[in-house]
């Protein structure tokens, strides 16, 4: 058990800590061979997750754990001010790197999605960006209000 949770829960050693959700995926599956969830209780991802898995899902190496007919795909979703509120999904390391590197704090989503049975799971959340002082654009906005 402590190998698992040592496993799971890894803290990154670049900034900020990367939560890791495979417990949480362990008792999902262990929750759908019992039983106790049915299939349609995970497998009902969005159809713009589904979209995005199709076009831009990173192979990740693995077998749907759940149906076991496709590889696991993943998509990362990044949050932040003056982004989509639905978040944007990088296409590239890139991309992905030039987000993580705004002024602006940035929460990102890594999903695994299977686009075979549409069963999805968030695998990772970290916080990104941010490094910036934050007190200029405040004061900006102060001057404009008086
Ligand atoms: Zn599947």
Redesign the pocket.
């Known amino acids: 058990m402590s190998a698992l949770m040592e496993k799971s829960f890894r803290t990154s050693t670049a900034d900020g800590a990367v939560v890791e959700f495979g417990l949480v995926r362990h008792a999902l599956l262990a929750k759908l061979a019992q039983g106790t969830l049915r299939h349609e209780d995970v497998?009902d991802a969005h159809p713009e997750l589904l979209r995005a898995a199709k076009n831009i899902g990173r192979a990740t190496g693995e077998t749907?754990p759940?149906?076991?007919?496709?590889e696991l795909v993943e998509v990362t979703y990044v949050f932040g001010s003056r982004l989509p509120s639905g978040g944007t999904c990088p296409t590239s390391r890139a991309e992905l790197l030039k987000l993580e590197r705004r002024e602006d704090p940035v929460q990102c989503y890594a999903v695994e999605v299977?686009v075979?049975?549409?069963?999805h799971h968030l695998v990772r959340k970290w916080s990104a960006g941010g490094r910036q002082v934050r007190r200029a654009p405040l004061r900006q906005q102060r001057k404009v209000g008086e």
């Open positions: 497998c749907c759940v149906c076991s007919d496709a299977c075979a049975c549409s069963f």
